[in-house]
Each structure stands twice: as structure tokens, then as C-alpha cells.
């Protein structure tokens, strides 16, 4: 993303908060692993989005109208000793320079510095709550000024839910982050494919998830958008089954839900294919019916539509399947009405996308489901589960979870698959597997 893109988005939300107002943006704390370990760093999402700014340790000040510059940096300072062990810092400096700032202070001096331009102003823009160290400091600071008052002080009237405004513009992608967002979809499905050509009975869930990990390594995608979830048979039925560590059996389907994470913006695909190379019966006419409603619910994908659009398109397209399958038994409409397909179809069809896997925006605004517009991008993903052991229900169809995903942009003449290219449907993803297997024979 080009300093550019991040200094429209900073002028964007300062037209918003208007004259008066001051806006404070913390980066995220490191993540401590165990003892003196820490994760790898990943900054703040929102913090990041109107920075570019990397590094832990930092806040982000924007005040509109400040003669001295409206955006303020308050990071670490420059630290040979420190930088030889971690590596470069930007200091105060490098915040101007690299990073657009118009002013810059040492970190250590927010204490001094930020209380004195809160004095200055009479609405603050803050996300109270997510960061309770700050949210500390904020209420002595603000004390600190009220009891000032009797010599012409006065400190802010008015708090603002900060992250209303700045989710609202998260949720409108610009160019650059769907140029982002489809490099990172394309990463995914290549290393779907991937795994589709790769698998075999003997592998393990491990197998599969650290060939997917591998693969997006190979193609610049450094981390993972989330854990990756590899069920085989029964394990597919676990919506948000994480241990992958059983082995992969013939006869078996395995669901792959995961996706890359590149720049800070997050992929996220899901795709169900046979262990052994080849759809069973009843695994064809399952996987087919999911297939049917997602298809459905992607062209509902479209400017103008609510939200929830896709979602009632695939209910209606699963439940009306799972009648015909004999697996629901009743009038499509009522099934509907009293929401009998949750038994085999328990989540929603999707969720917005963005710097977060399950990114910010709301999707209602005054109780009714929000509208789909140009640049929103959402997941669909329907899905069918039905763990062995089901009640009422033939052996046939026992043991099998199946869920197909994409990520979906809203364009202005209806949408866009930004992971068409992993394999779904039944044709590709056997002849996609049986080449393989022959070139290895």
C-alpha cells in the first residue's frame, strides 16, 4: 500500500471528525508466547490502516486544523543498542520520512505531550475498551486537565466512539486493497490446488496443513489469515476443528478451511474434495446440493441487494435439496419458517472481509440488513455437516462435512470471485486429482 493510499484515508476520516476533534489510534501490544518469547508481530488493524506504521509500541494522533501538522506520531526512538539485537527502528525521524507523519515524539513523552493537546480540543475520537492501559492513562489525563479548570482549562465535552466512523470506511475497499485482497485470494487457491493434486490416504491432517502453509510461504505470503482447519471424514463436521492431527482414510472427504493473510488483509477459502480421488454417491449428491446454493447465494451478490440476500438463497436452495434427499421431510416453506435445516446447515453464509478475517462494518443499520455496495467484500460459504451417529439418518450419509468458500467483491455490475481459481466443482476437482496421481505413477 503506498504512503499515498494511507494519507487519503487519514484526510477521509479528519473531514469526518471535523474542526475541534482529536482522534487517538494505539498500535497493539506485543503478544508474549511464553517467558521472554513473543509472537511475531502484527500490528493493529486499525492502527495500521491510517499508518502503514509497523512497528509495536506507538500511537497515532490526528487533530484537523493543527498549524503545526494534523498528524502526530509518538513512537519508540532511534536505539543503537536495541536496534542491534531487534533490528532498525524508524524514530522520529523515520515516522516523517517513511511514514508521512507531520510531527513526531518519543513514545516516552505521551505522558507530557498528548494531555496539553487534549486541552486544545473539544471532541475526542477514541475506541474506549480496546486497550485498557490507554484507556487508564486517558481517564488521568483527563483528570489531570479538569483539575486545571479554575485557571481557564477546560478538557474535551464530548467522546466519540472512534471506530463507527473508521469500520464504515474499512468496510469500502479501495483499488489498492482489492489489488491486495485478489494477490492474497489467488495465493489461497493455488495452494488449494496444491493440496488437491497432493493428497492421498496415509497423509495426515498435518500433512495437508503444512503443505498449505508452505505454499503460501513460497508465494510471498508470509502468515496465515487464521488457523488453518483440515478435517478429514467425521473431523469435516467440526465447524471450527483446529488440532489436525488424524490421519486422512480412503473413502474419506477432507474440508480445508483456510487462506493467507498479505499486507494485512486476510483471504479466506474453503474447499472440500475426496481423500481417495473420486466422490462416492452419496458424497456426489451432498457436496453438489452445497455446491447449488453457493452458486445461488453468489448471485445475490450484487449493488442494491441486503445483506442477508445470499444467505436466504442458499437456505432455500439446501433445504428444498435435503427434501429431495429424503433428509428433511415436510413442505420446503415451513421447513424454512421453523429453521429445521439448522440441523445439518447451523451457521450464517458469510461474514464482511477485510484487514480482519471476520472484518469490521455493520451489517444492519436501524435493525434492517445493510445494503451490498461497490467495494464491500464478503465470504459466502455454505455448508452441510452430518457427524456419524446422526439420528434419523441413512448410514450413507453419516460422517461427512462439506463447506465451499469463496471471497466475494461487490462491483457495480453484481460481483466478483476473487478465489475463483481454487477448483469446486465435482469434474475439475477429480481430474485436477486424477492428473496427478497418474504423472506420480
Known amino acids: 500500500m503506498s504512503p499515498a493510499e494511507f494519507a487519503r484515508r487519514r484526510r477521509q476520516l479528519m473531514r469526518i471528525m471535523g474542526r475541534g476533534g482529536i482522534a487517538i489510534i494505539p498500535a497493539a501490544p506485543r503478544c508474549k508466547r511464553n517467558n521472554d518469547v513473543h509472537y511475531r508481530y502484527r500490528p493493529d488493524s486499525d492502527f495500521y490502516y491510517l499508518t502503514g506504521f509497523p512497528e509495536p509500541e506507538a500511537v497515532a494522533v490526528l487533530i484537523p486544523g493543527r498549524p503545526q501538522g494534523e498528524y502526530i506520531l509518538f513512537c519508540r526512538e532511534k536505539d543503537p543498542e536495541k536496534e542491534r539485537w531487534e533490528g532498525a527502528l524508524a524514530g522520529q525521524e523515520g ?74 470506511m474499512r468496510l469500502y475497499k479501495s483499488r ?35 503443505l498449505f502453509i508452505h505454499s503460501c510461504y513460497q508465494r510471498g505470503a508470509r502468515e496465515q489469515a487464521y488457523q488453518p482447519i483440515v478435517g478429514g471424514g467425521d473431523n469435516a463436521t467440526v465447524l471450527h476443528y483446529i488440532d ?24 479466506d477459502v474453503t474447499r472440500t474434495f475426496p481423500v481417495s480421488g473420486r466422490f462416492s454417491e452419496a458424497q456426489r449428491k451432498l457436496y453438489q446440493l452445497v455446491l447449488d446454493a ?6 445475490q451478490v450484487k449493488p442494491g441487494n441486503p445483506y442477508d440476500a445470499p444467505h436466504k438463497a442458499a437456505v432455500r436452495v439446501l433445504t428444498r435439496g435435503l427434501v429431495k434427499l429424503g433428509l428433511l421431510k415436510g413442505q420446503p416453506a415451513r421447513l424454512i419458517k421453523n429453521e429445521k435445516y439448522k440441523k445439518f446447515f447451523m451457521h450464517g453464509t458469510g461474514h464482511w472481509l477485510g484487514m480482519d478475517v471476520h472484518d469490521v462494518g455493520d451489517y444492519k443499520i436501524d435493525g434492517h440488513w445493510r445494503e451490498l455496495e461497490p467495494g464491500m467484500v464478503l465470504t459466502i460459504e455454505p455448508g452441510l455437516y452430518i457427524p456419524s451417529g446422526t439420528k434419523g439418518v441413512a448410514k450413507k450419509w ?21 478465489s475463483k481459481d481454487a477448483p469446486k466443482r465435482i469434474e475439475e476437482i477429480e481430474r485436477l486429482m486424477a492428473a496427478s496421481r497418474r504423472s506420480a505413477a
Request: aromatic content about 4%; charged content about 30%; glycine content about 6%.
Open 95 to 168: 515516522a516523517m520520512e517513511r511514514y508521512g507523519a507531520d510531527d513526531s515524539f518519543p513514545i516516552a513523552d505521551l505522558d507530557d505531550i498528548l494531555p496539553r493537546m487534549l486541552e486544545q480540543c473539544e471532541k475526542v475520537f477514541y475506541a474506549m475498551g480496546s486497550d485498557a492501559e490507554l484507556d487508564q492513562r486517558m481517564s488521568q489525563w483527563i483528570g489531570r486537565i479538569r483539575s486545571r479548570a479554575r485557571s481557564g482549562v477546560h478538557p474535551p465535552q464530548e467522546f466519540v466512539a472512534l471506530d463507527h466512523h473508521l469500520h464504515d
Open 398 to 418: 453419516q460422517g461427512i462435512g462439506i463447506r465451499i468458500e469463496d471471497d466475494v467483491l461487490v462491483t457495480k455490475e453484481g460481483h466478483d470471485v476473487l
Open 244 to 267: 489436525n492431527d488424524q490421519p486422512l482414510q480412503e473413502g474419506d472427504l477432507v474440508l480445508v478451511d483456510a487462506g493467507c493473510e498479505l499486507d494485512c488483509y486476510a483471504s
Open 294 to 299: 453457493q452458486l445461488a447465494a453468489i448471485e
Open 176 to 210: 489498492s486493497e482489492v489489488a491486495v485482497m485478489r494477490r492474497a485470494a489467488k495465493i489461497s487457491a493455488a495452494a488449494h490446488r496444491e493440496l488437491m493434486r497432493r493428497c492421498r490416504p496415509g497423509l495426515s491432517e498435518r500433512d495437508l496443513e503444512g
